[in-house]
């Protein structure tokens, strides 16, 4: 069964533009949740999805955002970068996202804002 | 505030021997631990997990020990290789979604040949 994938795995932008990052969870998983890791702050959570519909969201600005389709592939969105947004953004999956359940990482995107 | 946090941030080594990672915990109705290993460049990786009904639970080379009195987790690795190489850390799981999830801040473990 393939894993969490993330694309693109590493990008370069320069503040004031806007990215976005797609997530494709493990296949059946539903949930699917977004962190961004930084060395300082460590993991820190952005949002869940489940459902196309979003449950839960993190203390993050409104320059972060997500969405999620029907076939449970997610994508977050983040406008007007600045530098401090520079950081591995990981998706994980798992079935429900109940607490109940482990979540699955993708391997992230390394954003670099320049 | 509640967190989760490893005693200490690096750990090193030698080849063969067995590694020892703790991980402690602050409320006491959390009932579901994960320990994540996570390789340069890469994302964590699910190790293994614990409930609070269970005070040990072993998977391959990698063993975990839950004390629910002085809320206290550890991961050992027997006959630790350099592939063990790595950022390792716990995750309490609690309540009904991701947002409640609380990570340690890592334990760097380095093996010395």
């Known amino acids: 069964k393939a894993g969490v994938t993330q694309t693109p795995r590493y990008l370069i932008k320069t503040r004031g533009q806007q990215v976005t990052l797609s997530c494709s969870p493990i296949?059946?998983?539903?949930?699917v949740s977004w962190y961004q890791q930084t060395p300082g702050q460590g993991l820190q959570f952005l949002f869940e999805?489940?459902?196309?519909?979003?449950?839960n969201k993190g203390n993050f600005p409104g320059r972060f955002s997500g969405r999620q389709f029907s076939n449970s592939r997610s994508e977050m969105n983040v406008s007007t970068l600045e530098l401090g947004d520079s950081a591995l953004y990981l998706c994980?999956?798992?079935?429900?996202?109940?607490?109940?359940?482990?979540?699955?990482f993708g391997d992230g995107t390394r954003l670099s804002i320049l | 505030g509640e967190s989760v946090g490893l005693h200490l941030p690096t750990l090193s080594v030698q080849e063969g021997d067995n590694s020892i990672i703790n991980c402690a915990y602050s409320?006491?109705?959390?009932?579901?631990f994960i320990w994540y290993k996570q390789e340069s460049g890469k994302g964590p990786q699910f190790i293994i997990d614990?409930?609070?009904?269970?005070d040990k639970r072993q998977g391959q080379r990698v063993t975990v020990l839950l004390n629910k009195t002085v809320k206290h987790l550890s991961l050992q690795i027997a006959a630790t290789q350099p592939g063990d190489s790595a950022v390792y850390f716990c995750a309490d799981l609690r309540g009904s979604s991701a947002s409640k999830i609380i990570f340690g801040s890592g334990t760097r473990l380095s093996i010395r040949p």
């Open positions: 409320n006491s109705a959390s009932d579901y």
């Open positions: 999805y489940f459902s196309e519909t979003q449950r």
């Open positions: 614990i409930r609070s009904n269970m």
């Open positions: 994980a999956s798992s079935l429900s996202g109940h607490s109940n359940q482990p979540q699955h």
């Open positions: 296949s059946g998983h539903r949930s």
